[in-house]
Structure formats: C-alpha cells, structure tokens
C-alpha cells in the first residue's frame, strides 16, 4: 500500500497513514487503502491503533486539492466512501485508538470521533474547518461531535471553523488523555495492552450497548442492555471470570 502502512503485534495492530507530504489528508486512495487495511487485519487482532506519520499531523483532513475539482457525483462518491469506510471503522469487531499526533482536521477530526477512545498529544488541534472551504461536515462530522461534546460546542466548532488545542478538547470531552508528543503511542499500547487483559467478548457487547444504545430511547436502551448481558452467559469467559473470581485466580479469556 502507498499511504497506509500497517503493523501487526498479536492482537494489537498499528495503523498508520502516511502521507506527510500532504501532512496526511486523505485523497480517495487513501481512504480506499484505510479501509482495506481494516478488512485485511489478521484474525488475532482485537485493537487498533491508529495515528498519522510524523509528529505534526494525524489527518489534516480531506485532500482539498483532489477536493476542489470534483464534479457532485464524484463528490457524493467520496462521502459515501469517507461515510462508509469511518462507519466500519466505528462498528468493526475492534477496539480502535486515537492517537492523535497533531492536526486533527475537517475528514481527520471526523476520523477521530469514528474511533472508540482517543488519546492526544499535547500538541494536537482539532477542528470542522468545512465552512471556510465552503463546503459543510461530509464525514459524519455533524453527527458524532455533538454526541460526543454536546449540540452547543459542536455548534461553535463548526460554525466558527475555528481549531481547538489539545487541553481544550480534553476539557470538552473531545479526547480521553492528553501525553507529551514522545509518550503518545506507548500511552496507547499501555490503554491497548490493558483492554486486551479482560474478556475480548465482554468488550465487544459492551461496544455494542453503548454505541447501539445510544441511538436508542432509555426504554429501547435498557432492554437492549439486558440483552447483550443476558448474551454473555452464553460465552465460556462469563464462567471462566466468575469461578476465577471465586477461586482467587487471574482469569484466562478465550
Ligand atoms: N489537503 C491537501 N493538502 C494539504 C492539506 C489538505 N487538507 N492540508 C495540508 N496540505 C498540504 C499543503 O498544501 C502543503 O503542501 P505543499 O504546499 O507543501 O505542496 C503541505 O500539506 C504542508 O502544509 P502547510 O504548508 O499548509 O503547513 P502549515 O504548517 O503551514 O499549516 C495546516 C498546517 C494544517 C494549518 C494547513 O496545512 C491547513 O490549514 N490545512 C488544511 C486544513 C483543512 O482545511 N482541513 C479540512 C479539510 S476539509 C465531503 C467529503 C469530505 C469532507 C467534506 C465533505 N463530501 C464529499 C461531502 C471533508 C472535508 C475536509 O476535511
């Protein structure tokens, strides 16, 4: 592949997109490469982390300069690929990291907010620049950032196209942590490392109850809870937990 490169360590897998001549935006190919390294990884991979290349930039957004010519067709073409390819990204039997490295931009915040957790390093920004491109959010932009920070910040972000700095996202609830630059990817691997210690099968119906759940009225919600609780006692680490528990001994997952 050109612009992704992919490194496989047990069940954690780094996804990197490399292409810092353009401080890593992403043009078609790189985005039709980003999705076929997700639907490539080894079957032993329970966690991703994804980051950009260099210390400068995770994803400075979509390439505007492939942008800029589109005809509406192949506009639509491209939304619908960013669209798909984040959703995947998003409900995909993986746990998938953040590390966001530095500018975190339009199509690269919007990357962001697809991932389950994000970490920051101290010198990222992150901002829905689309309006002073003349063009509005086409990556699911205006849809997971006020989920995740709230209507009115999201508001703000995206009608000002202004960049927010690492502390301020943290303070928004925009990132779960923020490191120093050289602690970025061992802080991830350290979240990764302890994400795959625990049931892999709990993980996942919990990722299921609360992305699906959040769409979902309270009532709709909690029966949905109870059904993917009830779900993990069809598996054998819900025995193996437990009697480990009762046995005063570390568990060994599946
Ligand atoms: N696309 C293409 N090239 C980019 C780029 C981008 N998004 N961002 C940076 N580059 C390129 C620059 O053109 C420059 O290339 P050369 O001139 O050296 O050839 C190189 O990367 C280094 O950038 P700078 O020289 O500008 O570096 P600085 O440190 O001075 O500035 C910056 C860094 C991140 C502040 C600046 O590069 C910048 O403002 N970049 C643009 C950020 C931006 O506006 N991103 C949001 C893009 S909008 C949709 C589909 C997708 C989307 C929306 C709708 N539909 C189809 C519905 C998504 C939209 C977006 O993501």
């Known amino acids: 592949m050109e612009n992704i490169i992919v490194r496989n360590d047990g069940a954690v897998s780094e996804i990197t997109i490399n292409r810092p001549q353009a401080l890593n935006a992403l043009n078609i190919a790189a985005l039709t490469e980003l999705?076929?390294?997700f639907g490539n990884l080894p079957q032993e991979t329970r966690v991703v982390i994804l980051t950009g290349s260099g210390e400068k930039s995770f994803v400075a957004g979509a390439d505007i300069r492939e942008m800029k010519d589109l005809s509406a067709a192949r506009a639509r073409e491209l939304a619908r690929l960013g669209q798909t390819t984040f959703s995947e990204i998003e409900r995909g039997r993986h746990v998938v990291i953040a590390a966001v490295n530095g500018y975190a931009l339009g199509g690269g915040c919007e990357l962001a907010m697809a991932c389950d957790i994000r970490l920051a390093s101290s010198n990222a920004k992150f901002g829905q620049l689309e309006v002073g491109l003349g063009i509005a959010p086409g990556f699911g932009g205006s849809q997971r950032l006020p989920r995740l920070v709230g209507k009115?910040?999201?508001k703000q972000m995206i009608f000002t196209g202004e960049m927010i700095d690492a502390a301020e996202a943290l303070r928004i609830g925009l990132v779960n942590q923020v490191c120093e630059?050289?602690?970025l990817m061992q802080a991830s691997r350290a979240l990764a490392g302890k994400i795959i210690s625990k049931s892999f099968s709990a993980v996942l119906a919990a990722k299921e109850a609360i992305d699906?759940?959040?769409n979902m009225d309270d009532e709709s919600a909690f029966r949905f809870e109870a059904?993917?609780?009830?779900?993990?006692f069809s598996e054998d680490d819900q025995r193996e937990g437990m009697?480990?528990?009762?046995n005063?001994?570390?568990p060994g997952f599946k």
Not at 227 to 232: H, K, S, V, Y
Not at 243 to 246: Q, S, V, W
């Open 35 to 37: 999705r076929e390294s």
């Open 152 to 154: 009115g910040y999201a």
């Open 181 to 183: 630059p050289a602690e």
């Open 212 to 214: 699906n759940g959040l």
């Open 227 to 232: 059904e993917i609780f009830g779900m993990c």
């Open 243 to 246: 009697d480990a528990f009762l």
């Open 248 to 250: 005063k001994r570390q």
